[in-house]
């Protein structure tokens, strides 16, 4: 009877044991988040980031290809990047006189971002464009230079307004 109830106490003491390191386990574990949670925040320098670096490393690794590796510079400096991009269209929406900001507010202050390839494109059109303009004006003044060519003033050699700069 006597070791009954020792095997029964043994079994209690060992059971609460176990759970006693369950629960400590589970605190290191919850402990060891919040250090993640904390070091996500936070990069090696000690400088505290704009975002979860789990979050912003889960969106990169969503969009490159399976194999490709993220060194941790490239996921600082890329939640870095991110939260510089939200500073300036912070900025920009401050601009607004108005207290709410309105979604065709944030859609007018994004739009750079999201288009950056149509403007690109735009952009070169237009140096075309100025390039094309620039052979006519210097096409223009070699004619006028051949044919109103007086014979008693004297011409320089360049007009100013045409130069290359």
Same mark, same amino acid.
């Given at each position: 009877?006597?070791?009954?109830?020792? +095997? %029964?106490?043994? /079994? !209690?003491?060992?059971?609460? $044991?176990?759970? &006693?390191?369950?629960? *400590?386990?589970?605190?290191?574990?919850? +402990? %060891?988040?919040? /250090? !993640?949670?904390?070091?996500? $925040?936070?990069? &090696?320098?000690?400088? *505290?980031?704009?975002?979860?670096?789990?979050?912003?490393?889960?969106?990169?690794?969503?969009?490159?290809?399976?194999?490709?590796?993220?060194?941790?510079?490239?996921?600082?400096?890329?939640?870095?990047?991110?939260?510089?991009?939200?500073?300036?269209?912070?900025?920009?929406?401050?601009?607004?006189?108005?207290?709410?900001?309105?979604?065709?507010?944030?859609?007018?202050?994004?739009?750079?971002?999201?288009?950056?390839?149509?403007?690109?494109?735009?952009?070169?059109?237009?140096?075309?464009?100025?390039?094309?303009?620039?052979?006519?004006?210097?096409?223009?003044?070699?004619?006028?230079?051949?044919?109103?060519?007086?014979?008693?003033?004297?011409?320089?050699?360049?007009?100013?307004?045409?130069?290359?700069?």
């Amino acid at each position: 009877m006597y070791d009954e109830r020792e +095997d %029964e106490f043994d /079994e !209690e003491i060992n059971q609460e $044991e176990t759970e &006693e390191i369950i629960d *400590s386990e589970e605190a290191v574990e919850s +402990d %060891e988040i919040t /250090e !993640e949670d904390a070091d996500n $925040e936070v990069d &090696e320098e000690g400088e *505290s980031l704009p975002f979860a670096k789990a979050e912003v490393v889960r969106l990169m690794k969503q969009n490159l290809d399976r194999d490709k590796m993220i060194r941790e510079r490239v996921k600082v400096e890329m939640n870095k990047f991110l939260g510089e991009v939200l500073v300036k269209v912070c900025e920009q929406l401050n601009e607004y006189p108005y207290t709410t900001i309105e979604y065709e507010m944030l859609k007018e202050s994004i739009y750079p971002y999201q288009n950056i390839e149509r403007i690109n494109e735009e952009k070169k059109r237009i140096l075309m464009h100025l390039h094309a303009i620039k052979a006519d004006c210097d096409a223009l003044s070699m004619d006028v230079k051949k044919t109103l060519k007086l014979k008693d003033v004297h011409e320089e050699d360049e007009d100013p307004a045409f130069m290359d700069y």
